[in-house]
């Protein structure tokens, strides 16, 4: 349940009521807006009387959260959650734009399409350092070394970064190096590694994973925001179902709906959602017009000669075209294109 406090509410006031709380066996989880402090009550202790908090100074109602999910949802907090990342706003009226390799295979390679990005204004950049890879012979990834080619991208290009992290003795490493944590499909319910990345200061990215509903998406982004980090994005990131066209069918209906159910950020994949380059730009636009609050693709200098998904990743120069698409559809539903102003036009 959550507990609303009247306007003004007194900190002696609200200290009461966490007191309260944690005298019955429960967590706190305090949310200040702009008029009123919000307390939810965390745990499975035992069912709670509203009474118990109603007679308490300062508390203007309990409200009763249905869903399992409590911190995710829109009950807890109606308003969206709005993450910054350096000069990058994810979340709010504009739509946020990554790109960037699958993997990071060299530094020439990095930074060949770093810069190209760049010019094009994108102000985060994906890439992987860790990869997990269905067949253990396929490229792994550089590790650390990797992370430190994206580090120097940062610095030297002034770019925020944004790789996968795999697993819990892992996340500190990767949080010295990026700027957002990912957390890939087929960890979405690693419950260790939500809970260690919940512990960070870092935002998080939760990929849902290939045959996991909705409801269990939010349920493992309530692990990550019940160890206290409140910085955690959703991506839509396509499903496995019995169609073989593509590589994974975009469920396009998960977007309003989840926009709907939550106040996190919902960001679209379409690169691994369609796992077909050609596809990648309509169903990006069609992602935009559904409500997603950004799109992360891959972008290769060289696809034909990618170590890893070259297939779906998209050249500079089609980047370039789909940026200025994204930026014509965000306009007609009222929405901005956080990129960065006064980049150069990037020319092949």
Not at 23 to 30: D, K
Not at 198 to 226: C, D, F, N, W
Not at 230 to 235: A, D, E, I, S, W
Not at 276 to 294: E, F, I, K, Q
């Amino acid at each position: 349940m959550i507990i609303v406090m009247r306007m003004g509410a007194e900190a002696h006031e609200v200290g009461g009521v966490i007191q309260r709380i944690q005298g019955l066996g429960y967590r706190p989880h305090v949310s200040s807006g702009s008029e009123r402090v919000i307390v939810g009550v965390i745990g499975n202790v035992r069912p709670l009387d509203p009474e118990d908090f109603l007679s308490l100074s300062g508390v203007e109602k309990v409200i009763p959260i249905l869903q399992p999910y409590k911190l995710a949802s829109r009950d807890f907090k109606p308003s969206d959650t709005v993450i910054r990342v350096n000069d990058a706003l994810i979340g709010g009226d504009n739509v946020t734009f990554m790109a960037g390799p699958c993997s990071v295979e060299s530094r020439e390679q990095t930074f060949e399409v770093a810069r190209q990005l760049r010019d094009m204004g994108v102000k985060i950049m994906r890439g992987g350092a860790f990869k997990p890879r269905t067949s253990p012979y396929s490229f792994q990834g550089m590790g650390e070394e990797g992370l430190q080619i994206l580090a120097d991208v940062r610095d030297q290009l002034g770019m925020s970064i944004i790789t996968e992290v795999m697993a819990p003795d892992e996340v500190g490493l990767v949080a010295r190096y990026a700027d957002i944590l990912q957390i890939g499909t087929r960890n979405m319910q690693n419950y260790r590694l939500l809970e260690e990345a919940g512990r960070q200061s870092k935002p998080v990215l939760l990929k849902r994973g290939m045959s996991s509903t909705i409801e269990e998406l939010l349920l493992a982004a309530e692990y990550i925001l019940a160890q206290g980090n409140t910085q955690v994005m959703l991506c839509e990131r396509g499903i496995r179902t019995f169609e073989k066209a593509t590589r994974s069918t975009f469920d396009i209906n998960a977007i309003p709906v989840l926009k709907g159910l939550t106040h996190l950020p919902v960001i679209a994949d379409p690169s691994h959602g369609t796992g077909r380059w050609d596809l990648v730009t309509p169903v990006s636009l069609a992602a935009v017009a559904a409500g997603a609050d950004g799109i992360i693709i891959e972008v290769h200098s060289h696809p034909e000669l990618a170590m890893s998904d070259g297939g779906q990743s998209l050249r500079p120069e089609r980047c370039n075209v789909l940026i200025e698409d994204i930026r014509r559809v965000a306009q007609a539903i009222g929405r901005g294109l956080d990129v960065a102003h006064g980049a150069g036009v990037y020319a092949a």
